[in-house]
């Protein structure tokens, strides 16, 4: 019998991200965006092996992309969906892996909203929408959170008064969980061991950046926090700043919280410290042009990923490897270059050449002789969204 195919659904506000995926394999049978909807302007755009296309959407809600999408699947599906698994960003403390949705699930996902006012209700809504046009196929949500649920109450916990946790849920969650599992599984697949085995640092550099620890397949501590601010330095986000700036700004220059949470979130990080821009590429040809703001964003940026990364190896018993992944782990040499510079203390040690000429969407390793081991793997969430989804189904049968 032929692989299973799975939809993976990431559904934002105004945007569905979607990919059919066959069971086992790299590569999406069709893959593709709709974006700009609930506005006139609604559009769909989609890339399979005949090449790219768009289609207006009308009246363009997040239903009627649902809707388009279903005689792309029937051309490009040489067989009935097996599942639909959705990305969904937080689980709370209600979710440690992947789960079947129904009413109960839904309402879970519904109480955690608090936790991600921006994302859990679009995610419900891409659910919603899906279920509308697919409602015979299983249909499984899996979250950003869970894989970092197996934290130590040490590693979780924020020193602040135990009512805040205990009544509000104020804890450290961590995001980006489906890519540090994808890219340790891969790792140690890499090293020819079964895919949970290894003590690893993983740090996924894309627009959010997060570390994390993982100890044979468990998250053991990561640089997120309560919400995907806390941490490294991110492309428009500050990651950590003494949590008295709220405080500071408030009082000198009469700033009100979402004022506060703009800078921090949206004006802040690489933007912020360059100037100039959020993307890495820009930076690094300012940086070469002689931009001074782009070469203190980027030395920043590095610096503080590499100390994030040595404050996580306490949370293993010994160092196994450190993988980078995300749009800049796996691009940028410079970044890779500029933070394995503070890492001696680690052991880890970089070959330059091999990291300048590690070819573009490969994994290889990097590391100089004698070094631990460091490896660049692309990560690929939505093929580990479609293999959790039918590990659960197999899992219930
Ligand atoms: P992601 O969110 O994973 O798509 O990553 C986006 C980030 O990756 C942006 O900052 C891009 O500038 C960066 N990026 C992508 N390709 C490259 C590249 N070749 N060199 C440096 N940075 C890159």
């Given at each position: 019998?032929?692989?299973?195919?799975?939809?993976?659904?990431?559904?934002?506000?105004?945007?569905?991200?979607?990919?059919?995926?066959?069971?086992?394999?790299s590569?999406?049978?069709?893959?593709?965006?709709?974006?700009?909807?609930?506005?006139?302007?609604?559009?769909?755009?989609?890339?399979?092996?005949?090449?790219?296309?768009?289609?207006?959407?009308?009246?363009?809600?997040?239903?009627?992309?649902?809707?388009?999408?279903?005689?792309?699947?029937?051309?490009?599906?040489?067989?009935?969906?097996?599942?639909?698994?959705?990305?969904?960003?937080?689980?709370?403390?209600?979710?440690?892996?992947?789960?079947?949705?129904?009413?109960?699930?839904?309402?879970?996902?519904?109480?955690?909203?608090?936790?991600?006012?921006?994302?859990?209700?679009?995610?419900?809504?891409?659910?919603?929408?899906?279920?509308?046009?697919?409602?015979?196929?299983?249909?499984?949500?899996i979250?950003?959170?869970?894989f970092?649920?197996?934290?130590?109450?040490?590693?979780?916990?924020?020193?602040?008064?135990?009512?805040?946790?205990?009544?509000?849920?104020?804890?450290?969650?961590?995001?980006h969980g489906t890519s540090h599992q994808y890219v340790t599984q891969q790792a140690a697949l890499?090293?020819?061991?079964?895919a949970?085995?290894?003590?690893?640092?993983s740090?996924h550099?894309?627009?959010?950046?997060?570390?994390c620890?993982v100890?044979?397949?468990?998250?053991?501590?990561?640089?997120?926090?309560?919400?995907?601010?806390?941490?490294?330095?991110?492309?428009?986000?500050?990651?950590?700043?003494?949590?008295?700036?709220?405080?500071?700004?408030?009082?000198?220059?009469?700033?009100?919280?979402?004022?506060?949470?703009?800078?921090?979130?949206?004006?802040?990080?690489?933007?912020?410290?360059?100037?100039?821009?959020?993307?890495?590429?820009?930076?690094?040809?300012?940086?070469?042009?002689?931009?001074?703001?782009?070469?203190?964003?980027?030395?920043?940026?590095?610096?503080?990923?590499?100390?994030?990364?040595?404050?996580?190896?306490?949370?293993?018993?010994?160092?196994?490897?450190?993988i980078?992944t995300g749009?800049?782990?796996?691009?940028?040499?410079?970044?890779?270059?500029?933070?394995?510079?503070?890492?001696?203390?680690?052991?880890?040690?970089?070959?330059?050449?091999?990291?300048?000429?590690?070819?573009?969407?490969?994994?290889?390793?990097?590391?100089?002789?004698?070094?631990?081991?460091?490896?660049?793997i692309p990560t690929d969430e939505e093929r580990q969204i479609a293999e959790e989804?039918?590990?659960?189904?197999?899992?219930?049968?």
């Amino acid at each position: 019998m032929a692989q299973r195919l799975v939809l993976v659904v990431n559904c934002g506000s105004s945007s569905i991200k979607f990919a059919l995926r066959r069971e086992g394999s790299s590569a999406a049978l069709l893959s593709g965006l709709a974006e700009q909807l609930e506005s006139p302007k609604a559009i769909l755009h989609w890339h399979t092996t005949d090449g790219k296309q768009s289609q207006a959407l009308s009246p363009g809600g997040h239903a009627d992309a649902m809707a388009s999408l279903l005689p792309l699947i029937d051309e490009y599906a040489d067989q009935p969906l097996s599942a639909v698994g959705h990305r969904v960003v937080h689980g709370g403390e209600h979710f440690t892996g992947a789960a079947l949705i129904n009413p109960e699930v839904i309402a879970a996902i519904e109480a955690n909203a608090p936790l991600a006012p921006l994302h859990n209700p679009a995610n419900l809504i891409g659910i919603r929408a899906a279920q509308a046009v697919l409602p015979q196929i299983p249909h499984v949500a899996i979250f950003d959170t869970a894989f970092h649920q197996s934290m130590p109450p040490y590693a979780y916990r924020y020193a602040l008064p135990d009512e805040l946790y205990a009544v509000h849920g104020v804890r450290r969650y961590g995001f980006h969980g489906t890519s540090h599992q994808y890219v340790t599984q891969q790792a140690a697949l890499l090293r020819g061991w079964p895919a949970t085995q290894g003590a690893w640092l993983s740090a996924h550099l894309g627009n959010g950046c997060s570390n994390c620890a993982v100890l044979d397949g468990s998250s053991l501590d990561t640089s997120m926090g309560l919400t995907p601010l806390e941490g490294l330095v991110m492309g428009t986000r500050s990651g950590d700043v003494d949590p008295n700036l709220h405080a500071h700004l408030g009082r000198t220059l009469g700033w009100d919280l979402p004022r506060i949470e703009r800078l921090l979130n949206r004006e802040s990080g690489l933007l912020g410290l360059s100037g100039l821009s959020n993307d890495m590429r820009e930076l690094e040809q300012a940086r070469k042009d002689g931009h001074d703001g782009a070469k203190l964003a980027i030395e920043v940026f590095c610096y503080r990923l590499a100390r994030s990364l040595a404050g996580l190896a306490v949370a293993l018993p010994r160092l196994d490897g450190l993988i980078f992944t995300g749009g800049i782990g796996e691009n940028s040499a410079l970044t890779r270059a500029l933070t394995l510079k503070h890492l001696g203390i680690l052991g880890l040690q970089v070959d330059p050449d091999a990291n300048s000429n590690l070819p573009r969407g490969e994994a290889g390793n990097i590391e100089a002789a004698g070094s631990t081991t460091i490896l660049v793997i692309p990560t690929d969430e939505e093929r580990q969204i479609a293999e959790e989804s039918l590990h659960l189904l197999d899992a219930s049968n």
